[in-house]
């Protein structure tokens, strides 16, 4: 069967190409409806990227967020019309230690294989999530998005220790949102402050306990565990902050993406006895768990509708382009693209 595939060949110019699918048991086909722009896809349209990775990895369809309707299933598990979420990491074994999205084997969509700008995404049936009734497609169209900080906390529950009177969130962008709002979904009794660098966006966290500009923290805080969402270039300060106000033996979860080494005080954190732990994309268990709290605490699905930037038809490619660099000039907001193709 013959598929339609968009795939970036440079930055900011997209081609289409064509691709065969074999129909078998082990396939599922889909079509995309939402899809989701992330930093990383703007890293590879913008040329941000080492020379190296582009040559390697270009040209490539990009998308790792998104949702689809079930076309065919040769496994007989979906029904043609079925919502469903997208999982973009395929594990190729299983390990009774590693996580699936740990394994070096794995193939990560629009990561050096086809994302799902197509006209079909080839996908196995266990790399697809029902996608219940009730659940507006553009919030669930970045749901792999929200997975990653449901993977994280779920982390953070099995390694920070059994004192949490308050947890610290660094990161006022979409990444630092969407995981206070389920940190609060999933810990209500514990104490949540965020820390950040824009009043205006701090705002926006209205669940929260405490919000802090990051250049006005008061003397009298006490800080159990932190969580930093911030990465790039703020990433040391953000680390280095958390060193200091931490409390001794306290866990710090790393979730921001740095493209250049961090430099870290570590003669602090020996001193405080800290932990400290990198958390990056997610399984399918991450995202049954997170659409599991979608259905329980509805008031999630709010929260998470204030981060929508804009939404844009896609008809050409001329539109995937328009797309792409509305959301470059965004600085806060998701773009979703509304796949008509």
């Not at 104490?191 to 701090?202: M, R, T, V």
């Not at 866990?251 to 006895?273: D, F, H, Q």
Request: proline share 5%.
């Amino acid at each position: 069967m013959l598929n339609t595939v968009y795939r970036l060949v440079a930055p900011g110019r997209f081609e289409v190409e064509f691709s065969d699918i074999d129909l078998t048991e082990e396939v599922t086909l889909v079509r995309p409806t939402y899809l989701s722009i992330c930093h990383a896809d703007q890293r590879y349209y913008q040329g941000l990227r080492a020379f190296d990775i582009l040559k390697e990895k270009l040209p490539m369809a990009l998308i790792h967020e998104g949702i689809g309707e079930v076309v065919w299933d040769g496994s007989g598990t979906f029904a043609p019309g079925e919502p469903v979420v997208m999982i973009p990491n395929t594990p190729e074994e299983e390990d009774a230690i590693v996580a699936e999205n740990y394994l070096r084997s794995s193939r990560f969509r629009a990561s050096g294989v086809d994302g799902f700008m197509q006209d079909l995404v080839d996908i196995r049936p266990d790399r697809l999530v029902r996608l219940p009734e009730g659940i507006h497609p553009v919030t669930a169209s970045f749901t792999e998005l929200v997975t990653v900080s449901v993977h994280a906390l779920r982390r953070f529950d099995q390694t920070a220790h059994s004192r949490r009177r308050a947890v610290g969130i660094w990161g006022d962008g979409n990444l630092g949102y969407i995981t206070a709002v389920f940190f609060k979904a999933m810990f209500p009794e514990v104490k949540l402050y965020i820390f950040g660098l824009d009043h205006s966006k701090l705002l926006d966290f209205t669940f929260a306990d405490e919000t802090y500009l990051v250049t006005a923290l008061p003397s009298d805080l006490v800080l159990d565990h932190a969580i930093e969402c911030v990465g790039g270039e703020g990433a040391p300060k953000a680390i280095n902050q958390i060193i200091d106000w931490i409390q001794p033996e306290g866990t710090i979860a790393i979730l921001g993406v740095s493209e250049n080494p961090v430099a870290v005080n570590t003669r602090m954190m020996l001193e405080k006895g800290l932990r400290m732990f990198g958390s990056s994309r997610s399984g399918r268990e991450d995202f049954i768990r997170t659409i599991q709290l979608y259905q329980e605490k509805p008031e999630i699905l709010e929260y998470l509708q204030n981060i929508i930037g804009a939404v844009v038809e896609i008809n050409t490619i001329e539109d995937m382009k328009k797309a792409f660099e509305l959301d470059r000039q965004n600085a806060y907001g998701k773009t979703v693209m509304e796949w008509k193709k």
